[in-house]
């Protein structure tokens, strides 16, 4: 089991950690959205401005109508999943180091799951495969992470960013 089956780091260097953050200390409660029970912020393809082979990437792959950032309370565990609605998704994390998400493979018997780890590093984005099984640990201070939805799949996207070289 290889961990690009379920995510790979895209090689873009993020400049908007700062300013999102800046916006979402500045936000008021009534411009957050509880959405299947997680607390959201909408973001707009403006706001990806300083990040242009994001902005790109997003415009290439029509996902402007899912921008967003999630916020996850500390010591909560986002139990193991796969995402509904979207196909996949790009995330870059902001805030919420004591966290990570794994991925993985749930074993006939149900007792065993082969797990991979996905550790953010700070300001890279990665796609993840969210159609495969995957949980969130988030421990010692609020986490937020910009989701960005696709309509594509993780093979789609796969082979989108390798053509572009972002992967
Ligand atoms: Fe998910």
């Known amino acids: 089991m290889n961990s690009s089956e379920f995510f790979v780091e895209l090689n873009i260097d993020s400049t908007i950690t700062e300013s999102i953050m800046n916006k979402i200390n500045d936000s008021t409660p009534d411009q957050w959205i509880t959405i299947l029970d997680q607390n959201l912020f909408k973001l707009s393809i403006d706001d990806f401005a300083s990040d242009p082979k994001m902005c790109k990437v997003i415009k290439d792959l029509g996902a402007q109508e899912r921008l967003s950032v999630l916020q996850f309370?500390?010591?909560?565990?986002?139990?193991?999943?796969?995402?509904?609605?979207?196909?996949?998704?790009?995330?870059?994390?902001?805030?919420?180091?004591?966290?990570?998400?794994?991925?993985?493979?749930?074993?006939?018997?149900?007792?065993?799951?082969?797990?991979?780890?996905?550790?953010?590093?700070?300001?890279?984005?990665?796609?993840?495969?969210?159609?495969?099984?995957?949980?969130?640990?988030?421990?010692?201070?609020?986490?937020?992470?910009?989701?960005?939805?696709?309509?594509?799949?993780?093979?789609?996207?796969?082979?989108?960013?390798?053509?572009?070289?972002?992967?």
């Open 73 to 167: 309370n500390p010591n909560v565990c986002f139990q193991w999943h796969k995402d509904k609605v979207r196909t996949g998704a790009i995330n870059m994390l902001l805030r919420g180091f004591d966290s990570f998400c794994a991925f993985g493979t749930i074993g006939k018997g149900n007792l065993f799951t082969e797990v991979q780890k996905l550790e953010h590093k700070p300001n890279k984005y990665y796609l993840m495969d969210v159609k495969k099984y995957h949980c969130v640990f988030n421990f010692s201070e609020p986490r937020y992470i910009i989701s960005i939805g696709l309509e594509t799949t993780y093979d789609e996207t796969f082979k989108y960013l390798t053509e572009n070289k972002f992967i």
